[in-house]
């Protein structure tokens, strides 16, 4: 159940609000092949323009309509519903469909993963019927490149950022359940048993390193229980994590420090710390063993941490660690419809 409270929830909805038309700075993910591409921010992504990049524009219009869904009756709730109809209209939303189906690899997989969340969560949404109908084309094209790479794909991206490829996929697989899409979750689940299956001992001593905002080793647990039933995946987990059993797991367990919130690799942390929290409350409740206790209590110091530096002053860090406070405070990850 959501543990957002309203003030919290109008702190985060503040964040999204305050770049969502926000043009620069920007980073716009690119290649420009001569002076023709060369186009400013909102040329290129009509509705995903602002917040820095097209990725975290996305995530921080899925944190809107979360907003939307898990508090209706929030004080600003109107004013996202009409912040959000002046950007989900028909042509600019066609304009970044068209824009995804020209360039496979844009935003490959990260972005297509918070843009697939971004369609699960308007699906779900009351009266945002025109919104979803404007917004298929953007999914469909993702889900084309998706079906088209995975098959390509021999050995996952490990690592604590954008690249990793098991939070991605549990994003998809979500959304393949969610929409019917059986084909896309057959490939899904082949392909997360073919990265992960054979996985032990996970060397927790190598995280975090020094700009991650994720844990490669919980977002591959948090994939596999996801893929694996439950019996299956307590076997798994023993085996992919036996530090938790024999107690040599501190450092994944404890927070991780962040000592400066002005520089925008270095605040990744901050979402490291929520995104551990999320990830081990979701693992936690597939386990009946002693690492369901230990990964709740981590859970919760985590959050503590991650929670208290969500607002860090500096547009490096909150044009998105808001979403990540609301991920992990309305437990956004086990889908559960509210």
């Not at 993910?29 to 323009?49: A, Q």
């Not at 979360?66 to 929030?74: N, T």
């Not at 697989?173 to 992960?196: H, I, M, N, P, V």
Request: aromatic share 10%; charged share 20%.
């Amino acid at each position: 159940m959501a543990r957002v409270n309203n003030a919290l929830a109008e702190k985060i909805a503040h964040l999204a609000l305050s770049g969502l038309e926000r043009e620069f700075p920007n980073k716009p993910g690119v290649v420009m092949e001569d002076l023709t591409d060369v186009k400013r921010p909102k040329e290129l992504y009509p509705v995903f323009y602002g917040h820095y990049d097209w990725h975290s524009s996305v995530h921080a219009h899925w944190s809107l309509v979360r907003l939307l869904r898990v508090l209706p009756q929030l004080s600003s709730a109107e004013k996202i519903r009409a912040a959000l109809d002046r950007k989900f209209n028909s042509d600019a939303l066609q304009a970044e469909a068209d824009h995804l189906e020209n360039n496979p690899s844009f935003e490959r997989m990260y972005g297509w993963a918070w843009a697939l969340r971004l369609g699960m969560e308007l699906r779900e949404l009351n009266g945002a019927e025109v919104w979803c109908s404007g917004y298929a084309g953007i999914e469909q094209a993702i889900v084309k490149h998706a079906k088209n790479y995975l098959p390509k794909l021999e050995w996952p991206v490990r690592c604590g950022f954008h690249p990793e490829s098991s939070f991605p996929i549990s994003q998809m697989l979500d959304w393949a359940r969610a929409t019917g899409d059986s084909d896309f979750e057959k490939l899904l689940c082949e392909r997360a048993l073919t990265f992960y299956q054979k996985d032990t001992n996970y060397p927790i001593a190598y995280e975090p390193s020094g700009n991650d905002f994720f844990s490669s080793g919980l977002n591959e647990a948090n994939l596999m229980r996801r893929v694996l039933s439950e019996p299956e995946f307590q076997n798994w987990f023993t085996s992919f994590l036996p530090q938790l059993s024999n107690g040599e797991a501190g450092n994944l367990l404890q927070p991780v420090t962040v000592h400066t919130l002005d520089d925008g690799h270095l605040v990744h942390l901050v979402g490291l710390n929520l995104s551990r929290a999320w990830a081990m409350r979701s693992i936690a409740q597939n386990l009946t063993s002693v690492a369901k206790e230990q990964l709740l209590n981590a859970a919760q110091l985590h959050e503590q941490a991650g929670l208290k530096q969500m607002e860090s002053g500096s547009y490096e860090g909150e044009h998105w660690l808001g979403t990540f406070a609301l991920y992990l405070m309305t437990d956004a990850d086990s889908h559960v419809s509210l």
